[in-house]
């Protein structure tokens, strides 16, 4: 798996003199503090392997407190990058290298480093009380229990303070620089180039001269100590990845989703107005769209998660493209408003950011347990299309689904992304919107004479026309009460009802006509299929072609759509023995498979608040469809 | 589309739907009046939107021959947020109730107010729950004898107008069902208004609060128990209009005019007044103890949310162009793959 060759280089920094070892990719994390700047230093080592050619993967993780108190397990915040010469979909199982900021990092990390791997610690944290803080009773760096590691001890504090020394920066302002260093640190072990970070301290810190410099100071000091300590005795490098051709940049999946809702705002001919109240992990679409502005992207910061779906509707009445962003917890008190939507039958997109829940739940992991609550969770039947994303840049692409469906079928649309593809990132081959696909809406226009305007009267795929305010001869009045088919007025007939319900959901399940057939990758028929959606896309890809490369006749299918489902799911998966669904939750989409197509589908489930790894879903694979079987 | 002005008639205003509310209820009288006043305007019907919640009030928005959402308990404001925000080229009216607005909804409507959205809202106080048949709403006053409060309510009412002054409202008024002309009046004041408008009717439920506000429509007392207020006029009232409101430091009294008292002695009422002191001691002068103001308390002129959000969009495509999509795409960190 690797090579040695001599003198790789680093753009800004002279070639290293030692040894280099090629990898085909590696997998790192950096721990520390939530105030030590670990999401900081993972977000710039991922935009500076992204630029130099790696595919990438990445996973932060970080407590829901702003700030734990300093040094406690509680208060460890990382960031994990799986970096890779080749195609990857999952930010690794098991970390190559681990960077450990104090005590506490160490503890609740060590565990997902390899045998051998890379441990780098700093050293100075592990003093009385940050041991103490952390549960050791002895100096791990000391008592030999690292000895499976490749243990550096780098006295990242002293390096630091002197790196910045002359600059007039107060030590808590020197210590604050702490990350640099690691970071610099993990550039020269990976052969990575200065020159992003270097402007991305340029852009930030420009205004601020000397925290700029003192930034600068200590990155190169990191690089400049793993070039001279005799410590490190070879640096690694991971070659560029065979991607597809073309300009790519590095997305998270929240900058995916707002950057695709303005694609189809524009595609759409529409401005667009969102109506959201701040909820981690979904606020980042609400701050991303409100930079915006010039784009005629209009954003609402709501008094509660009710206004904000509620104003949302109103916006949809007015004609605007219109959404609203949320988490489980939000999303539930929307239920109400997303029932007047299905009623109105008025276009908008409804976002889930899932979080771990019930309740308050665990804000900052991920989680896939509200399926249910996308489905089904509004009074009476009240169907919704629901759509799902399967990765940070896949968010892009559905934001423009969900908008093409809700103005095709009229209809508010859940679109489900969760924590982990919000706030995780890979490549994202950059779109040209003059070759996307345009999204026609039309509104009927002035009538005059006595004939009514019929608002509930239907195309031949149950849409209604969207009349807007302003249009003369169209006034008309739409509510949450049961209506008239066709006319829209006020209804407690009974078979009137009947048909209005039937008709609503069939509207909706109308979607499935116009989808593509459902994508699988494998053997067209065979032991066993794995069936995922939404974010354990990579990890059960990943499984599924390593099960493939130990022979066994595995099939992945993962599932965008969730409601309607693809219509050839049903025959697809009864071309296999048997049907595993993975899914961050008790269960949810193997019921609703079980409910709708009779298939024994059997479940691998976890709700750990982290992503599935590769291995977990793989050893799944080998218990369901042995070897013998293939 | 013709530019010219329509010319209108109340008639012209009414839906094809027939009105459901009880004979006798006073939202009679309050659609009578919305619709005279809408035809004076000059507005299109077309660029006009009622939305309401729930209760018998929010029924409104059928019986208009205008644009209507009738949406769920409590979050007209909230629609109507969204709604002027993306076209503030229509006239648009809340249409709420004590419940419906002070209840379920009282988050939204003091965050409406709070931003003057330019829109009308229009709360009909009945100081009851009418169409879930009878319960004390938060306007009961106090020992409220309901199917919910057997014993009598032991909450204490709010009382609007002066919520909506506590949410620095922009305009605030009071009419009564009856009193038509003075209704039609205060409705028109707050079309006028730019910005959110606050008007409370008082609403008589004859069928589950029946009179409860005789108090300022009996003929023979409502001279003593209302005071119709007049921007730069002395607050004078009483059958022979001899008695007066005066301020005693802070607190007002009532005063016997003639003697040592004269008119200017007297309380002089300034809707224009910056400072919301005024309206808010106006707001809290209550039946018996005083006669209840009449008429617009405070109309005052404030940047309106509407028009602020769409400036910043003017402003920011002024600033950084009319946004390149495909620029964004390629703007910062990017690499090639080739
Ligand atoms: S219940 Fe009361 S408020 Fe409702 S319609 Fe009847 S009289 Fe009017």
Redesign the interface.
Known sequence: MSTTTAGATASSTSPTSKPVVTLKGATVRFAGDSGDGMQLAGMQMT?TS??A?NDIATFPDFPAEIRAPRGTLAGVSGYQLHFSSTEIFTPGDDLNALVAMNPAALQTNLSDLHDGGLLVVNQEAFDEKGMRQAGYAQNPLEDGSLRKYQLFTVPMTSLTRRSVEGLGLSQKEADRCRNFLAMGLVYWLYGRSLD?TL?YIESKFGGKPDLAEANVRALKAGYNYGETTDAFVSSYQVD???????????MTGNQALA?GL??AA?LSNK?M?L?SYPITPASDILHELSR?????V?T?Q???E???I???????????M?LTTSSGPGIALKG??M??AVM?ELPMIIINIQRGGPSTGLPTKTEQSDLFQAVFGRNGECPMPVIAARSPADCFDLAHEAWRIATRYMTPVMLLSDGYIANGSEPWL?????KMPKIPVSHPG?QEGDE?YLPYARDERLARPWGI?????????????EKQDITG??SYDPANHQHMVNLRARKVANVALELPPQEVFGPERGSLLVLSWGGTYGACLTAVQAAQAEGLTVAHAHLRYMNPFPRDLGDIMRRYDRVLVPELNLGQLRQLIRAEYLVPAVGLNKVEGKPFAVSEVLAKIRELAPASKS | MSTELPVLTANDFASDQDVRWCPGCGDYSILAQMKKMLATLSIPREKMVFVSGIGCSSRFPYYMNTYGIHSIHGRAPAVATGLKSVRPDLTVFVITGDGDGLSIGGNHLMHTIRRNLDINIILFNNRIYGLTKGQYSPTSPKGKVTKSTPMGAIDNPLHPLSIAIGCEATFVARSIDVHIKHLEMVLRRAAEHRGTSFVEVYQNCNVFNDGAFDYATDRKIKDDTIVEIEHNKPLIFGKNRDKGIRLNGLEPEVVQLGGAIKEDDLLFHNELAEEPSLAYLLSRMRHPEFPEPMGVLRAVDRPRYDDELNKQITVAREQRGDGDMNALFRSGETWTVS
């Open positions: 935009n992204a630029l050619g992003p402007r560029r990845a065979r991607l597809k051709p073309g300009r790519y940049r590095n950057w303005m694609a524009k401005e107005f109506g915006y502005k010039n784009f005629g209009r609402f709501a008094e509660d009710i206004a904000a509620t104003a949302t509707i109103g916006a949809a009445f007015g004609g605007a219109s109400e408003g029932g007047l109105l950059i779109a040209d919107v003059d002035p009514p305010p302003g249009t003369p001869g169209l006034m008309h009045r739409i509510g949450g009460l007025n006020v």
